[in-house]
């Protein structure tokens, strides 16, 4: 079942990321690397077109209160949401606490290791503090970044599957799992 989530005041940090609830300082930032022709396709939406439509994706985040940004040098560069999964898709894991994490970056910052520690530091928070049995992940199949992001976290291939981007279109994707190693096997014998 999905957990319920709140991390408005929460911050985490690692040796060069800083992840923290958004604000309205966040704005132009956002736009920036929003706006950008190919970061958000390989998540499922569309470049955005206007700071107005980022400010209403920004207010989005900040009343939902599950979604970090990712700041780097004073520079926010990203986002890393803890969304509520499908439950119907994974009845399996009805019994268990869960969410799905999600996650952009700034095409400027690619290939830089950084969404790999976001991940990390988000998993360890999830797993850590909130208590949650399982996590999950997934990416389109034709983004390899994402897909090394996934593996470098430690994430289990589970299934190969469908999503319908925000644009219309229906992408094939991977969709993996991860469980809390702090839990023992016992926990989970009903789902694996």
Known sequence: MNANIDISNVVLSSERLTLRAFNQNDLMDFYQYASVDGVGQMAGWSPHKSLEESLDI???????????ALSYQGKTIGSLGIEKYKEEKYSDFSSLQAREIGYVLSKDYWGQGLMSEAVKIVTDYLFDIVDLDVIFVGH?????????????????????????????????????????PKHTYLDY???K
Not at 155 to 162: A, E, I, P, S, W
């Open 58 to 68: 920004l207010n989005k985040f900040i009343e939902g209160k599950h979604t970090f």
């Open 140 to 180: 389109f199949v034709n983004n390899k970044r994402s897909e090394r992001v996934i593996e470098k976290a430690g994430f289990q291939f589970l299934k190969n599957d469908v999503y319908q981007t925000a644009f219309g279109s229906i992408e094939q994707t991977k969709e993996y799992v991860k469980y809390n």
């Open 189 to 191: 014998q009903r789902v």
